[in-house]
């Protein structure tokens, strides 16, 4: 069983640009979620998939956008990018999406410079 | 005033020790609570879930009080291993299914 596979590891972005990151849920997991932890803090719930569609969202501005594949991986979107979105962005996959079990991937280290 | 919030520590304790941790949320619709362990530039990994009636996993108990909206961990004989940062979650089930996070407070045990 493989468990939740992120990419790139770490990347590095100009103010202004925009990033796609990735994540491949664990096998039979339909719920994926994204959070972005800033150095230092825990982290911060961006959004939540379900069945390809986003049910759930944290305070985070619409420059802040996803996908959910039929395959249930997926992708968060940065776009416009700040230098205080420089994080760990995190992804975790689930099977009931209530909480339990679930399991993060390794994370992407975004810098914007 | 944060959803979830822990005291960040250090906690610096010597190898044997008991140590214990405490967590206050302010979402009185939270249903779920966990624990999560973080080692240095790692993912949260789930240490255990927190029940009312209190729950013990080997050296780790925590306990849940739902009316003071608190929550604690224990950790008895603490080894050099359990240096990390232990991380208080909640889950509010009418919020989308989002897990809350606090800050986490970072054990550094030593020998």
């Known amino acids: 069983e493989t468990g939740v596979t992120q990419s790139p590891t770490h990347l590095i972005k100009t103010r202004g640009q925009q990033v796609t990151l990735r994540c491949s849920s664990q096998?039979?997991?339909?719920?994926v979620s994204w959070y972005q932890q800033a150095l230092g803090q825990g982290p911060q719930f961006i959004f939540q998939y379900y069945r390809e569609e986003e049910n759930g969202r944290g305070n985070f501005p619409p420059r802040f956008s996803g996908l959910q594949f039929p395959n249930y991986s997926s992708e968060l979107n940065v776009n416009a990018l700040e230098l205080d979105d420089s994080a760990l962005y995190l992804c975790?996959?689930?099977?009931?999406?209530?909480?339990?079990?679930?399991?993060f991937g390794s994370g992407t280290r975004l810098t914007v410079v | 005033r944060k959803e979830v919030e822990q005291d960040p520590g250090p906690f610096n304790v010597p190898e044997g020790a008991t140590v214990a941790f405490n967590c206050t949320y302010s979402n009185s619709a939270s249903q779920s609570f966990f624990w999560y362990r973080q080692d240095c530039r790692k993912e949260p990994k789930l240490l255990m879930s927190v029940y009312s009636s209190g729950n013990e996993d080997g050296r780790f108990t925590a306990q849940l009080n739902r009316a003071s909206q608190y929550i604690s961990l224990l950790i008895r004989d603490s080894k050099l291993s359990d240096s990390a940062t232990y991380l208080c979650?909640?889950?509010?089930?009418?919020?989308?299914?989002?897990?809350?996070f606090g800050g986490g407070t970072r054990l550094m045990v030593k020998p």
């Open positions: 096998s039979g997991h339909n719920t």
């Open positions: 979650v909640v889950n509010s089930h009418n919020a989308g299914n989002m897990l809350t």
């Open positions: 975790a996959s689930s099977l009931t999406g209530y909480g339990y079990g679930y399991t």
